[in-house]
């Protein structure tokens, strides 16, 4: 294995350690009549997942020598966000799904009643988090991140992303409507994975302007390449059951371009991320290397 990759894994596991480690210590089961709601959050949240977007917040935080504990604790609320999103998402309301992340949804292995609350839970921890001074001793770059984290994982965002991913259920979306679809969907979560690293580190507008362009870049790129792991992917390595959409009837980038041209649009939209970086030195290496990872990936 080449030295960059070996470097990229060894983050991505160093990160994902941590994210674990921290969720273990948020999420210890108390003696009382929650524990099963604990043990739910517990399921959903530790072991397994890719931990991308932590990772991003730490390569972007780390550019701008941002203290780690404030990172983590940052990179954490937005996994929680990540992770309630994924509970709710795989409800039978939802996408009804029975695995994700290789063991079985939380709605499976509990109830799911258990699950909506679970999800709920996460939701709150994630502004909880935030919204203590262990994220960062400055109140206006918490009230920041709180802020950009609504946004991100609301209407305008994440959720209104997923409102639409229902609605194509039954309507007939062309290319430009999937492209706004998962830039909601599943590239605003991205997108604010990199901006609060820029957040953190106090980066000024000329920076931001860049990374904002690289996250909105792979955000698209890693839904291209989700759609082709949904046709092409192993259901073991991947962790979940696969060509779902399809059988949904649902538009995708694939069913849209084919799969010639979106592997090509995702390329292009790759080399365009790592282009916006071109301000950056060796300091940005691992964002260009997680660009590169996002095409390659397997799961």
């Known amino acids: 294995m080449a030295p960059a990759a070996l470097s990229l894994h060894q983050a991505l596991a160093e990160v994902g350690a941590e994210i674990d480690r921290r969720f273990d210590a948020l999420l210890a089961v108390p003696d009382d009549a929650r524990a099963r709601l604990y043990q739910a959050m517990r399921h959903a949240a530790i072991g397994g997942g890719k931990r991308l977007r932590p990772l991003l917040v730490f390569a972007v935080a780390d550019m701008f020598r941002v203290n780690r504990d404030c990172t983590a604790a940052v990179a954490t609320a937005i996994e929680c966000i990540h992770v309630y999103s994924l509970i709710h998402d795989d409800l039978p309301a939802m996408d009804d799904d029975d695995t994700r992340r290789g063991k079985p949804t939380v709605h499976k292995a509990f109830d799911e009643a258990t699950a909506i609350l679970a999800g709920d839970s996460l939701h709150a921890l994630a502004f909880e988090i935030l919204g203590e001074a262990t994220a ?3 109140p206006l770059v918490r009230a920041e991140l709180v802020v950009e984290l609504a946004r991100a994982s609301g209407a305008a965002g994440m959720a209104g992303g997923q409102m639409m991913d229902l609605v194509a259920e039954t309507t007939r979306f062309d290319l430009a409507t999937v492209t706004r679809l998962q830039a909601l969907k599943t590239g605003a979560l991205i997108a604010f994975s990199v901006e609060a690293g820029a957040i953190l580190g106090h980066a000024g507008p000329e920076a931001r302007t860049s990374l904002r362009g690289y996250a909105r870049d792979i955000g698209l790129a890693f839904q291209i390449a989700d ?11 991947v962790g979940k059951k696969l060509g779902k959409d399809g059988d949904a009837g649902k538009e995708t980038f694939l069913s849209l371009l084919g799969l010639y041209r979106a592997r090509e649009q ?19 290496d691992l964002l260009r290397e997680i660009a590169r990872f996002v095409l390659e990936r397997d799961r």
Do not use: N
């Open 136 to 138: 960062h001793a400055d």
């Open 227 to 237: 759609d082709i792991l949904d046709v092409e992917g192993d259901e073991e390595t």
């Open 266 to 284: 995702a390329r292009m939209l790759v080399e365009q991320s790592i282009a916006h970086l071109h301000a950056f030195g060796p300091e940005a």
